[in-house]
């Protein structure tokens, strides 16, 4: 077979995680700089190799004052740590395994992926597109810091849901 390197593509493409703030309400971020590479052969995805990163300091929750928090040794340290990273183990169409690392932790963890199938769109290009889901406790990486309201709410939630919108293009 023949090996098939595909790239993300950006402009089609998202990767946002939800908390719960104060267990009332859900704030959603995304990270804004972020590169993914699948390597297949030929056009078939299964157990292909995908590697992902994202830069620490584009995420965006569209509220600068907790942004600069989020980057501070509170939660992610992107002084320190710049960014994240997520290297497949297994992919079988649904299911994909692969190591996350966040800080200085890595994990191995289970995403759900909806293939959406190939297309190849007014340009010529052959599109992927893949719908991922999954969720983490943040503690597990190393985000631990915490906050309890006077009438005892947390403040944020240790379960993050990870969800992603990809759409790769096949490379010549």
Known sequence: MNTTNWTIDNSHS???FKIKHMMISTVTGYFDDFQANIETDGDNFKNAP????AKID?????????DT???????????KFPEM??????FDGEKLIGDLTIRDVSKEVTLEVDFNG????????????FEIKGEINRKDFNLTWSAVT???KIVVSDKVKLL???QFIKQA
């Open 85 to 90: 990273k997520f290297v497949s183990k297994s």
């Open 50 to 53: 995908i590697v992902f990163s």
């Open 164 to 166: 992603v919108d990809a």
């Open 14 to 16: 998202e990767v946002a």
């Open 118 to 129: 190939t297309a190849v769109d007014p340009y010529g290009q052959t599109k992927a597109g």
């Open 150 to 152: 006077e009438a005892g």
């Open 69 to 79: 928090h989020l980057k501070s040794d509170d939660f992610f340290n992107s002084e």
């Open 58 to 66: 584009s995420i965006n929750t569209k509220n600068k004052d907790r």
